[in-house]
């Protein structure tokens, strides 16, 4: 059912040790009840990394990057990795090579919709869901702001969004982004740059 959204905001949490630790943001939506973003969630095998949206009115949904570079993460990446939203896989794909902030944008199909995540700045993202001949579509805007204890996510929603919607939205606050920004292109081609060159040393 799609509604209109009141804004609302979720505070970071964090609990557990090195062995068992997990950490996130956690609020409530008038419209959609309470949610857990958990980012990440305990580690079941070293290869793998994990965050999770779930409560209320929300589908369950899952961010997972897999592989062998995945140990040394913190959050998963836009690499090698696996989105769903319930039962649902979503398609993802982005320009590795773009420009701008709306060409690295990440272009998603999910339920027949297509969507678009677009980065403002390392600490915000505006998801977009396209318009079609039945719905004028509608806009996610997640922000991050403060520090510590007060870190907090303010989400604002421009049009009548679903449960989908704002999970699909949330979950890439449990995503490392930072490849999106026009910073974190740059890292990401020296470090292609460089891994390429060291391979070719042997």
């Not at 959204?5 to 008038?30: C, I, K, M």
């Not at 949610?35 to 209320?56: A, K, Q």
């Not at 649902?88 to 999910?110: C, H, I, K, P």
């Not at 996610?140 to 449960?163: D, F, H, M, W």
């Amino acid at each position: 059912m799609h509604t209109n959204v009141t804004p609302f905001e979720l505070q970071a949490w964090r609990e557990g040790n090195r062995h068992d630790y997990r950490a996130g943001w956690r609020g409530v939506s008038p419209e959609f009840g309470e949610i857990v973003l958990t980012c990440p969630m305990t580690r079941t095998t070293p290869e793998s990394i994990v965050s999770e949206v779930r409560g209320g009115l929300l589908p369950t949904t899952s961010y997972e990057s897999r592989g062998m570079h995945a140990e040394g993460l913190k959050l998963p990446t836009l690499n090698r990795s696996t989105l769903r939203v319930g039962d649902r896989m979503v398609y993802v794909d982005r320009n590795r090579f773009g420009a701008t902030l709306e060409q690295r944008a990440l272009t998603m199909r999910y339920a027949g919709d297509h969507y678009r995540l677009a980065a403002l700045d390392k600490y915000g993202y505006v998801l977009t869901r396209q318009a079609d001949d039945e719905d004028p579509g509608v806009t996610i805007t997640v922000r991050e702001s403060g520090r510590g204890k007060n870190r907090r996510l303010s989400v604002q929603v421009s049009g009548r969004a679903e449960g989908g919607d704002l999970a699909l939205a949330l979950i890439f606050a449990g995503v490392d982004r930072s490849v999106l920004t026009r910073v974190g292109a740059v890292k990401a081609g020296l470090s292609r740059a460089t891994h390429f060159w060291t391979e070719s040393q042997y």
